[in-house]
């Protein structure tokens, strides 16, 4: 699509479908163009690829056509398995928006659109230009972002909506909350078409429900459009008349939705894949987003807007959209009008999606070849040969418990319970370690120290041997703190019978469990301590965070008084000034009868002899009209009168009245009066010609 000079907003909806069709669109550098109406408006919609002069644009788009398709994408991409992954992960570094569950055919599609654009043909040229330059991810980003949206998009469904909109109103009273949420908004067509719903059906008593409609988009460029709440006349030509006249206003060729209905829309940035949902909703409306996605994503965020509703709540999606993959947490409303209600069976949030990890530097990684042993190399064979054999069996674990890493053989310490799965080393290790890790895990934290436990003999590990933990603070990059937790096995004592006496044993067992209690509860009393401490600091910190926004609300109120008073007095000004106008107009209307009412054709010159007024005689004799109004004394079409301007200006500069005969070229006469007209003593406004 290219769009050329021109005035008007024509185009640029036709220039947002075509991209989002995967269409190149072109606008006229706005500098060159002789009216630059059209391109600004193609531009404002920010779907424009490139911003040239005329003369350059037949070389590029030459350039797209010999680059698109020259090898197609879907083989490339069976060649490299790895490419799409590897693309998705630096679009998802850069941009923070995870595409890897979007449908492939789509993401495949915008990339060889900007592949081409771009002027390249394969994937690894394309690679390349993204590592030489980085803001073709944020490129690349938004046009797989780029959806086409509409007032009363699809008007059947959005009538079917109406009748669910009325069975919403019916259950609230005056003063309830009345929550909605539009996932996916874009460029807010379809956010402020459910508010007009809700205002046609709420009338005169719209201000009395606390109306909130949450439209969230990834598209930060798509929302600023959308906050603006001003669209063009070709985006509303579909929309009843009436309907356009109540809810918006008129700006020249735009149209400004209604203070009253901007209010109630409140638009926010959210990652559906990623961020958690608004609650407590009465309608939620996702339509044409979920198509973009894959199954398993689509199931997981039916179920996110399923938690989010009220029981017994709505959901509306596209026409091309279903709720198949969670048909227990849905009943079917309107089939037709996709729309759908909350069952009441428990609603659980399910777990967002976690971070991607970023693929390393470069492809095929699996096909380099094997480096050649080095002395480093030697050394860490040493090193892994000493660890196997010399170090005892650690566990690596975090400041939660959660494990990182195990060397040696742990399975004789560690079992795994019946039920949810669990990978903390509390969970996992014997019952009878659990509190001596916890104190011992502690000691470590709090004096960053070595903490080295009792040896313990415990018969059903191994009757034979003895155990002692220790817990080690670990130095690691990053932010997270890490420990080791080391297992010692302690042979028996020379002469000593192997198998002691079960009694001595039981009662062994108890008196270090007992010992190892003590020291757990002496730890939990430091640690409630310590929360006490903190929670104390924290209630002033809220207690002082109060004051301040009391402090704030009080001085915005000041500041509102101080608003109301300043709004008064711009009124009485006004006021003030709509009176002056009258009194300004009266004068006028008065002036001009007092100069018609005069025989004599008179003109009014200002200083550089330009015609001010006439009276009615005068327009008679020399045939004046409004249009002569501002032009100069020699360009009126006056008859034959030698010297005229040349007296005119020398009353002007003499401020001295001159009378003299006129003899036209037809041989009539005038006698000609010509008079200063001054606005004070000292300065001359121009003259008065009296014929």
């Known amino acids: 699509g290219i769009i ?13 479908a075509i991209k989002a069709a995967g269409g190149f669109t072109f606008s006229q550098d706005p500098e060159t163009a002789k009216y630059n109406g059209m391109p600004q408006s193609a531009i404002d919609t920010g779907s424009v690829d490139w911003i040239l002069p005329p003369e350059t644009m037949g070389a590029e788009i030459s350039l797209i056509v010999l680059n698109r398709g020259l090898i197609p994408v879907a083989t490339q991409a069976a060649s490299a398995p790895a490419t799409l992954k590897t693309l ?17 055919p789509t993401l495949w599609r915008r990339i060889e659109r900007r592949m081409a654009a771009n002027h390249v043909s394969t994937l690894q040229d394309y690679l390349q230009v993204v590592d030489d330059t980085p803001v073709e991810l944020d490129r690349l980003c938004k046009d797989i972002l780029i959806s086409v949206t509409a007032f009363f998009r699809d008007s059947d469904a959005f009538a079917r909506l109406d009748k669910v909109v009325g069975d919403i109103l019916a259950n609230k009273q005056p003063g ?31 201000d009395q429900y606390r109306l909130q409609i949450f439209a969230t988009d990834i598209d930060l460029d798509a929302m600023a459009l959308a906050r603006r709440g001003v669209f063009a006349a070709a985006s509303l030509a579909h929309m009843d008349r009436s309907r356009i ?33 608004f609650l407590r909703l009465d309608l939620i409306s996702c339509r044409n987003v979920l198509i973009y ?5 689509q199931a997981r965020l039916l179920s996110v807007f399923h938690y989010a509703l009220n029981p017994g709540a709505y959901l509306f999606l596209g026409k091309s959209e279903g709720i198949f993959q969670q048909e227990a947490l849905f009943g079917v409303v309107d089939k037709e009008g996709r729309l759908y209600r909350r069952h009441g069976v428990a609603a659980r949030l399910p777990l967002l999606r976690s971070e991607m990890a970023i693929p390393a530097a470069g492809l095929n990684q699996h096909l380099r070849p094997a480096k050649p042993t080095t002395p480093l190399g030697f050394e860490n064979i040493l090193l892994e040969a000493a660890g196997r054999y010399f170090i005892p069996t650690s566990i690596l674990i975090n400041g939660k418990f959660e494990i990182r890493h195990i060397h040696g053989d742990a399975s004789r310490l560690l079992n ?3 039920g949810k799965p669990a990978f903390d080393l509390i969970s996992l290790i014997r019952r009878e370690l659990r509190t001596e890790v916890q104190v011992l895990m502690r000691q470590a934290q709090v004096k960053q120290t070595v903490a080295h436990g009792r040896p313990r003999h415990i018969k059903a590990l191994d009757p034979n041997r003895g155990v002692r933990l220790s817990v080690h603070p670990v130095l690691a990059p990053g932010n997270e703190t890490l420990f080791m937790v080391c297992i010692e096995w302690i042979p028996a004592p020379a002469g000593k019978n192997t198998i002691e006496d079960s009694n001595n044993v039981t009662n062994k067992e108890l008196e270090d469990e007992l010992a190892a209690t003590r020291e757990h509860l002496q730890t939990l009393v430091e640690e409630l301590e310590t929360s006490n401490e903190e929670m104390q600091a924290l209630n002033e910190e ?3 965070s109060n004051e301040e926004m009391q402090a704030s609300n009080e001085e915005l109120e000041a500041s509102n008084e101080e608003l109301q008073s300043t709004n008064e007095e711009l009124a009485t000004v006004n006021e003030e000034l709509q009176i002056k106008t009258a009194e300004t107009q009266e004068l006028n209307i008065e002036l001009e009868c007092i100069q018609n009412s005069v025989d004599y054709p008179l003109l009014v010159l200002d200083q550089k002899s330009a015609l001010q007024r006439f009276n009615s005689a005068a327009a008679r004799l020399f045939r004046l009209g409004v249009a002569q109004i501002g032009r100069h004394l020699r360009d009126l079409a006056l008859p034959d009168m030698p010297d005229l301007v040349t007296d005119s200006q020398q009353v002007i500069d003499t401020q001295n009245a001159l009378d003299r005969q006129i003899v036209n070229a037809n041989r009539r006469h005038y006698a000609l009066h010509i008079a200063p007209l001054l606005r004070d003593a000292q300065r001359s406004a121009g003259v008065i010609l009296l014929f």
């Open 88 to 104: 998705l992960g630096k679009v998802r570094s850069r941009t923070k928006v995870d595409f890897s569950q979007y449908k492939e």
């Open 293 to 297: 996605f894959q199954s398993e994503l």
């Open 542 to 544: 809220i207690q002082a």
């Open 4 to 16: 050329l000079s021109g005035t008007g907003s024509d185009g640029a909806a036709g220039i947002h």
């Open 416 to 418: 795994v319970s019946p």
């Open 176 to 206: 309830d909350d009345i929550r909605v949420w539009t996932a996916g908004c874009a460029t807010g067509e379809e956010a402020y078409s459910l508010a007009i719903l809700f205002s046609e059906r709420l009338g005169a008593s719209f």
């Open 245 to 277: 006249r109540a809810h918006f206003t008129p700006h020249g060729d735009r149209y400004e939705i209604n203070k009253n209905l901007r209010d109630v829309v409140i638009f926010a940035r959210q990652d559906l894949v990623q961020d958690p949902p």
